[in-house]
């Protein structure tokens, strides 16, 4: 079953949440400080070992059009360098995400965001593949 760490990737912060499609929850875990991409791609697969994961989601901010503009285009370079970390790495739109998690109440609203990108993935997968649907 693949496990997932979503993130949340900003210019100053990175939220991390973690899941698995059997459940099709999500728990938020922290945020790190962004530091360099050296680092924080180091500090990810720390994460990564920790809680077993075994792919990357990654939030992609599109567009209130839906389109890729210079924020996606900086994500899609750490998604990028990410890919050095040996796991698979997927983008997913995560619009609204961090407003969702302010609205939710959530503590720490950066992992709050990575959760809820993580889990509107799941269930965007689960929609398109009933086979991938959380058992």
Sequence with gaps: MTRYLALDVGER????AVGDKGGGIARPLR?????SVRADVAAIADVARREE?????IG??????GEEGPQAARVR???EACAALGLPVEVHDE???????????ARDVDAGAASI??????????????????E
């Design 95 to 105: 619009r609204f995400t961090t407003s969702e998690a302010g609205i939710q109440g």
């Design 117 to 134: 990108l993580l889990e509107a993935y799941l269930r965007a997968r689960a929609r398109v593949d009933p086979e991938r649907a959380p």
């Design 77 to 79: 370079r750490f998604a």
């Design 31 to 35: 945020t790190l400080r962004r530091r």
């Design 53 to 57: 994961v075994t792919a990357l989601l």
């Design 13 to 16: 912060r990175i939220g991390l």
């Design 60 to 65: 992609l901010p599109l567009t209130l059009r």
